[in-house]
């Protein structure tokens, strides 16, 4: 995890056994995050496909308090990348998950960043632990809802 002026970047690795269309799929449907982040609340679709251009309303759990996102599928490249822009008040954040064939199956990476805005850039240091909590509790979640796939 990185921290550079008011901007958190987590990424974490999750291997799976399963074959990479199938966790594509799950993953391009940003309404699983309530299965396998246990942060989020609820997602909901508000309009598209699911490709690009699509939207989603996040509601996440954060230091005791829930926050709600407006996130818009940026970029999607069937079994290779997924690439979301997210905005509220207080963050601006880049979610892209790649996905790598592997001998024994398929290998995600998760990249979150988080650009903080306002006055919560100044507590970006101090948020830190929160967000490294959040990022490992995201890839646990991630690996058992994959296993399950």
Do not use: C, H, Q
């Not at 996102?69 to 601006?92: C, H, K, M, Q, W």
């Amino acid at each position: 995890m990185r921290t550079v002026a008011g901007v958190i970047t987590i990424e974490r690795v999750v291997s799976t056994d399963r074959p990479v269309d199938a966790v594509f799929r799950y993953l391009a449907d940003f309404t699983t995050t309530t299965e396998w982040d246990p942060g989020t609340v609820r997602t909901v679709r508000l309009d598209g496909d699911g490709g690009p251009g699509t939207t989603y309303r996040n509601t996440s759990r954060f230091g005791g308090k829930e926050t709600e996102l407006t996130y818009r599928v940026r970029e999607l490249v069937p079994n290779e990348r997924i690439v979301l822009d997210g905005e509220n008040s207080t963050v601006a954040a880049t979610d892209t998950m790649t996905f790598r064939v592997v001998p024994s199956g398929t290998e995600v990476t998760y990249r979150a960043e988080f650009r903080l805005k306002g006055v919560v850039a100044l507590a970006g240091p101090l948020l830190k632990g929160r967000f490294a909590k959040l990022g490992d509790e995201a890839e646990r979640g991630m690996r058992e809802s994959l296993a399950r796939l």
